[in-house]
């Protein structure tokens, strides 16, 4: 029999803490699934749910030719790389990968990362030196936020935040750092709390006129927007003029894990020699690897599902708008519900969780507080009986909290 113990002072802080966010009813509790990631799953203790939350965008997590690329990757290359690349060597795979996902966005080459966490750490923070000055939009991804904190503290960069979408307030910053040796605007494709879309035509024309670089972060927008899924500069009618992307292969890409930076052959040849997440991290398992090759194939062949995923995003705006409620305007598979408190957001995710509908609610700190909201995500896998099924718990849900009438 295990010794009973006392806990550690640490442990007991750590648990006060736990305490607190409970009687703040804001307390995160995780559930768990017992079948593949798909428009409806079993939940443990729940059965069938209809899954609202996912960045599954494409319906790939579970799509039979993604599974099993990713099958045969395991039972021929086997389950790791067993250390990092330079080291004990690389998989062919790896390099078949990024020349698809280099083809597929629109650059001369490509780098696979663990997580597009990790790609968006490892390039500022190897690409940016002293003297350089980063720029970023006040919604960008954390990711993005602590590769600049990670670039300062390293080579006491300067970095600056202009206000979301605000033109005007980029160039003010453009000027402030016009002695810069590198300036560098980085910004999300499609902004995951808002669901809105990168103003990229503007600020590539205002990033030409000042000399600075683009970064664009499309990790919600890979497979997800533009004509064929390529992605914000499809969508946005700039394919091919962006000067660095990174984006995932954990969401519309089949949803398992691993991201990559995508640009110019000598900025991906620089990460590999000096980028730490790649010079220190195991590279994506082969099985992994394998999936999204053929994630990213499918998608290039099959354009429809980008379509079937726009028409259920407007049926879905357009019905859940009719029931009173007041999303976020905007054209995404993003549909961000705003309610005010996080509580509140908690509290209509459980209800709407009773309803066999899964969707979270987001607040502060992830959105500023009182504009806590349920963030609503379309997939090109749901029915219009799905979505019918959702927007009647929206409504059952939205009278018992006093969201609508």
């Known amino acids: 029999m295990a010794a009973t113990t006392q806990p550690t002072p640490f442990a007991a802080s750590m648990a006060a803490e736990i305490d607190q966010l409970k009687r703040d009813r804001v307390y995160k509790r995780l559930n768990y699934l017992e079948s593949p990631q798909g428009p409806r799953v079993r939940m443990e203790g729940r059965g069938e749910i209809l899954i609202l939350s996912s960045n599954n965008y494409l ?15 395991l039972q021929t290359l086997g389950a790791g790389t067993a250390s990092v690349r330079f080291i004990c060597g690389t998989f062919a795979i790896h390099r078949t990968l990024e020349a698809e996902l280099a083809r597929f966005v629109g650059t001369e080459s490509s780098l696979s990362f663990v997580s597009a966490w990790n790609a968006n750490e490892g390039f500022t923070a ?51 750092t016009r002695g810069a040796r590198r300036r560098i605007i980085w910004t999300d494709g499609i902004f995951s709390m808002e669901g809105s879309i990168a103003k990229l035509p503007s600020i590539l024309e205002i990033a030409r006129r000042f000399g600075a670089i683009v970064v664009v972060d499309d990790s919600h927008a890979t497979g997800v927007i533009g004509e064929t899924g390529r992605g914000t500069p499809e969508h946005c009618g700039v394919f091919g003029e962006v000067d660095v992307i990174t984006s995932t292969l954990g969401k519309a890409l089949g949803g398992a894990s691993g991201g990559f930076v995508a640009g110019p052959e000598a900025v991906c040849d620089i990460l590999t020699q000096r980028s730490r997440p790649q010079l220190f991290s195991n590279a994506l398992p082969p099985t992994v690897a394998s999936s999204a090759l053929a994630a990213v194939q499918f998608v290039a062949a099959h354009p429809e599902r980008v379509r079937t995923l726009r028409d259920n995003t407007r049926y879905f705006r357009e019905q859940i708008s009719e029931a009173g409620f007041k999303p976020l305007a905007g054209e995404t598979p993003i549909v961000p519900i705003i309610v005010g408190e996080t509580a509140t957001a908690i509290q209509m995710s459980d209800m709407l969780l009773d309803e066999g509908v899964f969707v979270t609610g987001f607040g502060y700190p992830v959105v500023p507080k009182g504009e ?34």
């Not at 806590?372 to 009647?392: E, K, P």
């Not at 409504?395 to 009438?405: E, F, P, Q, S």
């Open 59 to 73: 319906g790939l997590c579970d799509e039979p030719s993604v599974v099993q690329a990713g099958i045969a990757g």
């Open 126 to 176: 190897t690409v940016v030196g002293e003297g350089d000055a980063v720029l970023s939009d006040a919604l960008n991804h954390a990711s993005i936020i602590d590769s600049m904190r990670l670039a300062k503290a390293i080579t006491k960069c300067t970095t600056a935040v202009y206000r979301h979408g605000d033109m005007d307030d980029l160039v003010a910053k453009l000027e402030a």
């Open 372 to 405: 806590a909201r349920v963030r609503c995500q379309l997939s090109a896998a749901h029915t219009r009986a799905d979505l019918d099924q959702a927007i009647a718990a929206f409504k059952t849900v939205g009278r018992k909290a006093g969201i609508i009438k």
